[in-house]
């Protein structure tokens, strides 16, 4: 199954910390690329992180050294650790595939919730 899957959401006090997982069936062994990207009610999709297939990440400055993205490459499975959440992350997170012809089919998962309150 190509299709992709994020879990760990919920609701957070500010402050407080929560890790999303994704599993992405084939990234590792296609080489693909992750990102993280998130959508606030009534607000545009913003991007939130990449990860290139070498390993190396990148943050969108709202979350940077906050959230860091890691991997379980034998679970085809990327996570985001965030911490000191703010209720201005409150948003669906979802991840995406990224790369060659394969990694962008069906690249796209649903989405989890995080709600962060004050």
């Known amino acids: 199954q190509v299709h992709l899957v994020e879990s760990g959401g919920g609701l957070v006090q500010a402050g407080g910390s929560l890790r999303l997982s994704c599993t992405a069936p084939g990234f590792t062994s296609n080489s693909c690329g992750m990102n993280w990207y998130r959508q606030g009610s009534g607000k545009q999709l913003e991007w939130v992180s990449s990860?290139?297939?070498?390993?190396?990440?990148v943050y969108a400055d709202p979350v940077k050294g906050r959230f860091t993205v890691s991997k379980d490459k034998a679970k085809d499975t990327v996570y985001l650790q965030m911490n000191s959440l703010k209720p201005g992350d409150t948003a669906i997170y979802s991840c995406q595939r990224t790369g060659g012809n394969w990694c962008r089919l069906n690249a796209w998962g649903p989405g989890t919730q995080v709600t962060v309150s004050s």
């Open positions: 990860m290139n297939p070498d390993g190396s990440t």
